[in-house]
């Protein structure tokens, strides 16, 4: 059976639940359970701490993890990033209070002691600055020890920044690291595992598309196909009513109202939009 690691809890576990769930996998009932077996698809689900995957996929023991692109990083052990999931993005920031923070740059750390919850990425950048610096490890909750009085900065994961501003910080400096969910892998891919990830893929492609049938006079096809040129080419059939067809594409999620703007301008009749759950291109 082919075993794969999953995030236990947090964001990160609720999106790759989700994306299996959408690409036919079977996942847990209860948050409690620490492995579920998918018996149909051959594969076994083991649900870790998001900073421990990267570990154990790299010894060997699992096949495939999803795990955050920092959190492999810090980790120092070597895994493949073998996809990117499209969720879980986040930066990699300095942090100072905002009474110091005006006009600081990097080079102003130097010398001064910075927690973190990520010292094998902290150690990098700092080296890559040329800053020298204490580094204060911390399992979490990194800004309260500022107020605390056990470091001066900060060097923390910033999704929206709302809790770095309710501890009255501010970010410094350009982003150390973007990063975002990964499925991660330590050995060579099988036949098994490359239908799990062409699943997957799948279900990534079809979340940035959605699918558009409009009705057109057949003199303006050309038209409308410059709007929508689908994935490849579009689906065109007559319909009933003489002079007239019916268009199918594919359509990019994000510009899916403009194009139905510019359709009903162009004189497109009947337009409809639906959400595409999982693909094969």
């Known amino acids: 059976m082919l075993k794969i690691a999953l995030p236990n809890k947090g964001a990160l576990a609720d999106e790759s639940v989700r994306i299996l769930n959408d690409a036919g996998y079977r996942q847990r009932s209860d948050s409690r359970d620490l492995i579920t077996i998918d018996s149909e698809n051959g594969i076994e689900f083991y649900y870790l701490r998001p900073r421990d995957i990267a570990i154990y996929v790299s010894s060997g023991e699992l096949d495939l993890g999803i795990t955050g692109e920092d959190l492999l990083i810090d980790s120092g052990v070597h895994a493949e990033i073998v996809l990117k999931l499209g969720f879980g993005r986040s930066t990699f920031r300095f942090a100072l209070p905002v009474t110091s923070s005006q006009g ?24 890559d600055s040329k800053v020298k610096a204490e580094i204060v490890p911390l399992d979490g909750a990194v800004e309260s020890s500022i107020k605390l009085g056990v470091a001066d900065a900060i060097a923390d994961v910033v999704s929206t920044g709302t809790t770095l501003r309710q501890a009255g910080l501010a970010v410094i400096g ?21 239908n799990l ?3 997957i893929s799948g279900v990534i492609i079809a979340r940035q598309y959605v ?31 003489e002079g007239w067809s019916a268009v199918r594409a594919m359509v990019p999620r994000k510009s899916a109202q403009r194009v139905m703007d510019d359709l009903w301008t162009l004189g497109a009749r009947g337009i409809l939009v639906t959400d595409i759950h999982a693909c094969r291109l």
């Open 211 to 241: 699918l558009m049938d409009y009705d057109i006079k057949s003199d303006l096809i050309d038209q409308a196909c410059t709007i929508t040129p689908g994935f490849e080419s579009p689906t065109i059939s007559p319909l009933r009513t």
């Open 174 to 194: 350009e982003p150390i690291l973007e990063s975002e969910a990964v499925l991660i892998s330590a050995k060579d891919e099988s036949e098994e595992s490359a």
């Open 197 to 199: 990830i062409r699943r």
């Open 104 to 127: 600081a740059t990097v080079k102003d750390l130097n010398g001064k002691r910075i927690a973190t919850a990520y010292p094998g990425i902290l150690a990098k950048a700092l080296e």
